[in-house]
């Protein structure tokens, strides 16, 4: 039997700062069929994330925690880590690639919330509702 690759799941870790800084954290585990390597995979993913750094979940697929939401409360998530992994236990059959996850970044990444000044508007890709604050 061979021996499977030292990178063939990929964990994207992430969080969610309310307004009144209190973090909630969460991590979602890829396939990683082309075996990307982590310094390439940080790279796309902080290349198409606002700021390097936000992004709406609705738009990649990860669910948001449920919270109590204020009027001063973001609808976007912050990107923390990756890791690789070279097992899990109890995998689904069915997981995403980490080449599906960086795909609809990109999408994300071109639906330029910057353009919209600072009305709420909804992501056509997603149907994400977007509540950015522009200072």
């Given at each position: 039997?061979?021996?499977?690759?030292?990178?063939?799941f990929i964990r994207f870790n992430y969080l969610y700062r309310d307004s009144g800084n209190y973090k909630k954290f969460g991590s979602k585990i890829f396939t990683?069929?082309?075996?990307?390597?982590?310094?390439v995979?940080?790279?796309n993913i902080q290349l198409h994330l606002?700021?390097?750094?936000?992004?709406y979940p609705d738009?990649?697929?990860i669910k948001k925690f449920k919270s109590n939401r204020y009027e001063d409360d973001y609808s976007?998530?912050?990107?923390?880590?990756?890791?690789?992994l070279d097992k899990i236990d109890n995998p689904k059959k069915k997981m995403e690639s980490i080449n599906s996850f960086l795909a609809k970044l990109e999408?994300?990444?071109?639906?330029?919330?910057?353009?919209?000044?600072?009305?709420?508007?909804?992501?056509?890709?997603?149907g994400?509702?977007?509540?950015?604050?522009?200072?």
């Amino acid at each position: 039997m061979a021996r499977k690759a030292m990178n063939e799941f990929i964990r994207f870790n992430y969080l969610y700062r309310d307004s009144g800084n209190y973090k909630k954290f969460g991590s979602k585990i890829f396939t990683n069929p082309d075996q990307l390597s982590i310094e390439v995979i940080e790279y796309n993913i902080q290349l198409h994330l606002f700021s390097h750094e936000f992004f709406y979940p609705d738009c990649l697929g990860i669910k948001k925690f449920k919270s109590n939401r204020y009027e001063d409360d973001y609808s976007w998530y912050e990107f923390d880590s990756i890791e690789m992994l070279d097992k899990i236990d109890n995998p689904k059959k069915k997981m995403e690639s980490i080449n599906s996850f960086l795909a609809k970044l990109e999408e994300m990444k071109n639906f330029d919330i910057y353009l919209m000044g600072n009305q709420p508007t909804t992501c056509p890709k997603c149907g994400a509702r977007t509540e950015l604050k522009l200072d």
